[in-house]
């Protein structure tokens, strides 16, 4: 089955430390997205990748770095920068956007980080 | 750039009872796609809809695209326990996909 597998599904961690959250996809899919969940604020975009070796910062991307060495493989590492690191993180895929429009959008399960 | 709003931020409904969703968009939209994101899930792809007064319905579901292409709403009927859940409404700009803040529904039995 294609999908997107993000790991690992809880993630706890001690104020000052990186940490890098894994996200796998076998869609095919050249882009893929970093969104970040807060209670009542819906989903907030970190980074987004187009194609392997490139990736844009979205709105909130202070804090956190990508990496896209791979056409399947896009981890998001949160750093010690990052002021409120504790969230529901999502990560997703899609087609090529020149190749096929508006395309939707392919969640994961999603990784919980708490931070103390 | 381009601001996503939805309003209510929270329904509670009544089983078989109908209500309305609504998203306004700060800038002309390009598409609204919808998603519906179960209690502990994650985000599902509804629909999407890209014409100037599209209307498009899923069973109980109806969804339409204003005239302008600024706004949107989501309509159910006969609500049931399955549709518990946070819709969100979200448009491309480039090539980002920003969501508003979604409507969280709650059901009564």
């Known amino acids: 089955d294609g999908g997107i597998t993000q790991s690992p599904k809880y993630l706890f961690r001690k104020e000052g430390q990186n940490v890098t959250l894994s996200c796998e996809q076998n869609l095919n899919h050249d882009a893929m997205y970093w969104y970040r969940q807060d209670p009542g604020q819906g989903l907030r975009l970190i980074y987004y990748s187009q194609i392997v070796n490139d990736f844009q910062k979205g709105d909130i991307a202070e804090g956190y770095s990508v990496s896209r060495e791979k056409k399947e493989s896009f981890p998001l590492t949160v750093t010690s920068a990052q002021k409120n690191p504790t969230a529901f993180y999502l990560c997703?895929?899609?087609?090529?956007?020149?190749?096929?429009?508006?395309?939707?959008?392919?969640f994961g399960n999603g990784t919980r980080l708490t931070v103390t | 750039g381009q601001q996503v709003m939805q309003i209510p931020q929270y329904q509670h409904v009544q089983e078989g009872e109908d209500f309305t969703t609504y998203c306004n968009s700060s800038?002309?939209?390009?598409?609204i796609q919808w998603y519906k994101q179960r209690p502990g899930g994650h985000p599902v792809f509804l629909i999407q809809?890209?014409?100037?007064?599209e209307v498009k319905k899923q069973k109980r579901l109806t969804f339409q695209f204003g005239e302008a292409k600024k706004n949107s709403s989501l309509h159910i009927t006969a609500t049931q326990t399955t549709d518990v859940g946070t819709y969100f409404c979200?448009?491309?700009?480039?090539?980002?996909?920003?969501f508003g803040a979604g409507t969280t529904v709650t059901v009564r039995a």
């Open positions: 800038t002309t939209l390009s598409n």
């Open positions: 809809l890209v014409k100037s007064g």
């Open positions: 979200a448009g491309w700009e480039d090539y980002k996909l920003s």
């Open positions: 997703a895929s899609s087609p090529s956007r020149e190749g096929t429009g508006f395309s939707p959008l392919h």
